[in-house]
């Protein structure tokens, strides 16, 4: 399970807005295995959300390399990372994350259409949200949600097609110490019944406790990285 | 592209502010049910137009002599009139054809003399709708010197039925004609000339007055349809015995009219532009807002994969519902007026303060009854141009969209 997933190397991302310039990353290295839950820590400011949306093929780098999956994320068309993150890769953003007019099994749905998935969608997109304990909610809406269980219809829609990797940018921030615990217990089952990468940016104490892996970003770059044992993380442990 | 889920995320959004979609849908019907009553009154008024200008007076096509209308004189007649009636109604378009006489005249009651006008007519083939003996019965009164007398006619010189009246004119020849008739009855109609002047008598009985044997002033033509006008006018023409005569349809006889009938068209175009300049902005508007308002989920989707083109075909189609959603209501509004009012007519007298139904002018009779017409045509015309209308308007909006870099719009 030492495969890399994501090979981050020497990447800068500058920010122009008028005359001022950000020098958002400045270098930054960092290799992501396959099977790690990775947790990107660091004071507001410090590229966290950057980083993973340059992972997450969403934005350009300014120089340096990303491969992704062996692929140069660099030398990609717009449309070849659009196609990247269609069905390789899964999101799950802080807030606001699901289509607040289509009902729970509805979104989870839209993206298996997405990817061009023709039968089977229903039966796919419902046996997800039963896995994950969700099928109560298959017909709500998210206005009709809390939004623990927003989130977790959001994981839900973000592994239906099976990605390799899963990039969160603050899942919990929007949420309770419960709903949080809840979700990550999710997530990390995921992650060690089918060997899914989960990589969060996060300030949650309780998604470092999860973590199998926390790196420290700190103006742009990479400052500490530490793998606890599997006995440390929290998700293991209880 | 176009899935059931782009649809039905579209027409969901649109519950989304239902207010807002309510009311721009409510302003689209506004203007859809406006422009669908402005057509269908105008469509009616051209109707009724086009039969008063052409009813009893003037037909679809006359025959004359040459000048006739200029001079008016007695003596430029058509001859051989059964001849000439024969061969226009030969013709399968000619749905009913009369001859006609007029003469200026004094009629003497008692020491009483006035002016007034013989018309002489056919009896028989003046008694339809469109003919100058509208009413069932009317024809029977008339022959073997009795005669009929306009409403306006009898009142200012106190005419009544059963009185006997001298009429003294001129012949053809230039000599004295004079003759005894008793009034039959007095006449209704909306003919100016018949009804303040109108002496009305046989055709035969004013052929023997005037010395005119087998001849008349006028023919006066009906087609079976208004379409069929033009082409029967050339082939009447074209008759060996109209050549020396001068034929004309209605609208060389009255060119006023169809200069009045295109103004009539003109005005609902003007409504329909109106009314789709303002679907347009009002589409464009609406869209423009709530796209602004989703910037952040649409950042989300094109984050997931989505592709800009599907997000444009969804806001495609948002606009498109939107527009077809008031073009619908307008539409079954309009109907329902038009179904309302097509029957009994619209009173537009009433509007104006009055309750007489008919006005004169030019001696065409113009009833103020509006039956409102809808035409297929006009239902199709009126959709399309406001789902036009609507894709137009939402072009900016998807420019914007297709513009979007995901990152961005998520920080919004
Ligand atoms: N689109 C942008 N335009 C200009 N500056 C930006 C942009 N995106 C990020 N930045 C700047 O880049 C730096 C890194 O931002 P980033 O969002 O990656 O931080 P973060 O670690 O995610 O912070 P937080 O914990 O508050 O989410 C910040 O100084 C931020 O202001
Ligand atoms: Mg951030």
Redesign the interface.
């Known amino acids: 399970m030492n495969t890399n997933l994501v090979d981050v190397k020497g990447v800068t991302k500058d920010f122009h807005n008028g005359k001022i310039t950000v020098n958002a990353l400045r270098g930054l290295d960092l290799v992501i295995h396959e099977g790690d839950f990775l947790a990107i820590v660091g004071p507001s400011g410090s590229g966290k959300t950057t980083l993973l949306?340059l992972i997450?093929a969403?934005?350009v780098a300014s120089s340096g390399d990303i491969s992704i999956f062996g692929h140069d994320l660099m030398a990609m068309s717009r449309k070849q990372r659009?196609?990247l993150?269609?069905?390789s890769l899964g999101?799950v953003?802080q807030a606001?994350?699901l289509?607040?007019?289509?009902t729970a099994l509805?979104n989870v749905?839209?993206?298996l259409?997405?990817?061009g998935v023709d039968g089977g969608r229903h039966e796919r997109a419902m046996s997800i949200l039963e896995d994950l304990s969700l099928g109560e909610l298959a017909n709500r809406r998210p206005n009709e949600m809390s939004g623990g269980q927003q989130q977790r219809v959001a994981v839900a829609r973000a592994i239906v097609a099976r990605p390799r990797l899963v990039l969160a940018d603050e899942p919990t921030a929007n949420l309770d110490s419960e709903n949080s615990e809840a979700l990550l217990v999710m997530m990390r089952e995921l992650r060690d019944k089918h060997g899914m990468t989960f990589v969060f940016s996060t300030h949650d104490p309780l998604v470092m406790a999860h973590a199998t892996r926390v790196v420290t970003l700190l103006d742009g770059r990479v400052v500490s990285d530490e793998t606890k044992n599997a006995g440390d993380a929290a998700g293991s442990a209880n | 592209m176009l899935s059931l889920s782009t649809l039905r995320i579209a027409w969901r959004n649109l519950g989304r502010n239902l207010k807002r979609t309510l009311l721009v849908a409510g302003a689209i019907a506004i203007g859809q049910f406006a422009f669908l009553g402005t057509s269908a009154l105008m469509h009616g008024y051209g109707e009724q137009f086009f039969n008063s200008a052409t009813g009893p007076m003037l037909g679809h096509a006359q025959v004359h002599a040459y000048d006739w209308r200029d001079d008016r004189s007695m003596d430029l007649t058509l001859d051989d009139v059964d001849g000439l009636l024969a061969d226009i109604r030969s013709d399968p378009n000619v749905m009913n054809a009369s001859a006609r006489i007029y003469a200026p005249v004094m009629a003497a009651l008692t020491e009483d003399g006035f002016m007034g006008v013989v018309v002489g007519v056919d009896p028989v083939t003046e008694s339809h709708k469109a003919g100058l003996l509208p009413v069932d019965g009317m024809g029977d009164l008339l022959g073997e010197h009795r005669i009929m007398v306009g409403a306006g006619f009898a009142e200012r010189h106190d005419l009544k039925p059963g009185m006997e009246i001298a009429v003294i004119g001129q012949d053809i020849d230039g000599s004295i004609a004079s003759d005894l008739y008793i009034v039959r009855d007095v006449m209704w109609s909306a003919v100016e000339i018949i009804h303040g002047l109108g002496i009305v008598m046989s055709l035969d009985d004013a052929q023997e007055l005037l010395m005119m044997p087998g001849q008349a002033h006028e023919i006066v033509i009906h087609t079976s349809d208004r379409e069929l006008i033009d082409e029967t006018v050339v082939r009447l023409s074209q008759l060996p015995s109209l050549a020396d005569l001068e034929i004309l349809s209605w609208d060389e006889l009255a060119p006023f009219v169809v200069t009045m009938a295109t103004m009539v068209d003109w005005f609902a175009y003007i409504v329909l532009i109106v009314v789709f300049i303002a679907a347009a902005a009002s589409v464009a508007n609406t869209m423009l807002m709530s796209t602004f308002e989703r910037t952040h989920e649409f950042g989300m989707l094109l984050s997931l994969g989505c592709s800009p083109g599907r997000l444009s075909m969804m806001i495609a189609i948002e606009a498109a519902i939107l527009g077809l959603l008031g073009v619908a209501i307008g539409t079954a509004v309009g109907i329902a007026f038009v179904a309302a009012t097509s029957e009994s007519g619209l009173n537009y007298a009433a509007l104006g303060g009055s309750d007489e139904y008919e006005v004169a002018f030019q001696g065409m009779q113009f009833s103020l009854l509006i039956y409102p017409k809808i035409y297929a045509k006009d239902i199709v015309i009126a959709v399309s141009a406001i789902l036009a209308t609507s894709l137009i308007a939402v072009v900016w909006p998807i420019m914007r969209i297709v513009r979007l870099r995901p990152v961005e719009a998520m920080r919004s």
């Open positions: 949306n997450g969403l934005d659009a196609e993150r269609l069905t999101f953003f606001y994350n289509i607040p007019v289509l509805e749905k839209f993206v259409e997405l990817q």
